[in-house]
């Protein structure tokens, strides 16, 4: 059975870090990638990486955030750094296999000004 497990959310204020972790387990997983849904909006792909390790970036957070994994762990994680008001969103992990993909439970991120 597929989990994902995210971790790491909270209050921050504008300027701040936040480090996001995604715990996955049940599976190889070829590529995982962080999206954001904030209310009324629909959901973004914030950044993606490969197995391999090529990674990219919503030009929104380039510069800002970077993406990385231990694959020994299966773990995920994103740093977010430099944090503005408009990245307040849930955060959510997303694993894909090579048939299916998963979402995890999100992870709330608010920033205040």
């Known amino acids: 059975q597929v989990q994902l497990v995210e971790s790491g959310g909270g209050l921050v204020q504008a300027g701040g870090s936040l480090r996001l972790s995604c715990a996955a387990s049940g599976s190889i997983f070829w590529t995982m990638a962080w999206y954001r849904q904030a209310p009324g909006k629909q959901r973004e792909l914030v950044a993606g990486i490969s197995r391999g390790g090529s990674t990219n970036y919503a030009d929104s957070v380039k510069g800002r955030f970077t993406i990385s994994s231990d694959n020994a762990k299966n773990t995920m994680y994103l740093q977010m750094n430099s944090l503005k008001p408009e990245d307040t969103a849930v955060y959510y992990c997303?694993?894909?296999?090579?048939?299916?993909?998963?979402w995890g439970q999100g992870t709330q991120v608010t920033v205040s000004s």
């Open positions: 997303k694993a894909n296999t090579q048939w299916n993909h998963y």
